[in-house]
């Protein structure tokens, strides 16, 4: 396992020059990541795989392990790659470049939602994806917070932007399934909405019979403007309230 996570950390820091005159290879490990991110996107992270890969460049399954090793690195290269879409987040007030942060991942994950589909706890970060980390760290690095409170307000961003990002991807690969839109799946339930009465459910009912389910307000962007609030409350205030250092299950 050491070794495999070694070949991402060099493929991703160390990638190998491409060469800048005579013809263009026919192959190469930019060529590769590209084809399998076009992959993943018109069909799902599930369905990538190294010969389904090689088929869209025209080559074999063997041809591409010149390149890259493996799937699992091939994932890590993708992830760096796509990070590459986004911008970082620009100097200036803490609370203007936290959201430009977290609407440049937003977009990301609209056009990729395969990488929620990802295990991202133990996946080899590139340096794309740092850079734009340590950008979003600089933001609230002169707000005279301590360096882990740092990491906690741009994980806290990170982790809502993922929450509902996974959501969508859920939907997305739902309907890539089935080929029923989400709107349609939930339109076929009456069956279930005939247990939703008053007595059983009063505020449920209430709100459904009042139209707030049928005009939602955006997750996103209604969310994302809570926690902002709930940031700026936390930063500006007088003598911040103690955070616990741990879950207490």
Known sequence: MKSDRDRSVRLLWEPPAEPTRGPKASLSQSRVVEAAIK?????????????????????????????????SELLDLMVDAVWGETEPAPAGPWRDGLEFFARQVWGMYRAHPWMLQLTTSRRMPGPRAMTR???????????????????????????????????????????????????????????LWEHFTPERLPMTTHIWSSGGFHRPLDEFEFGLARVLDGLEAFLESAERPPVRRSTCL
């Open 39 to 71: 992959v993943a996107d018109a069909e799902g992270v599930d369905a990538l795989t190294m010969r389904r890969v090689a088929e869209t460049l025209g080559t074999t399954a063997m041809s591409l392990y010149r390149h890259v090793p493996g799937k």
């Open 133 to 191: 980390q340590d950008a979003a760290y600089a933001v609230v690095s002169e707000l005279g917070l301590a360096p882990e409170e740092i990491v906690s307000v741009v994980t806290t961003v990170s982790h809502f932007v993922d929450g509902v990002g996974r959501t969508m991807a859920d939907r997305v690969q739902a309907e890539r399934d089935t080929g029923v839109s989400e709107e349609d799946w939930w339109s076929g339930r009456e069956e």
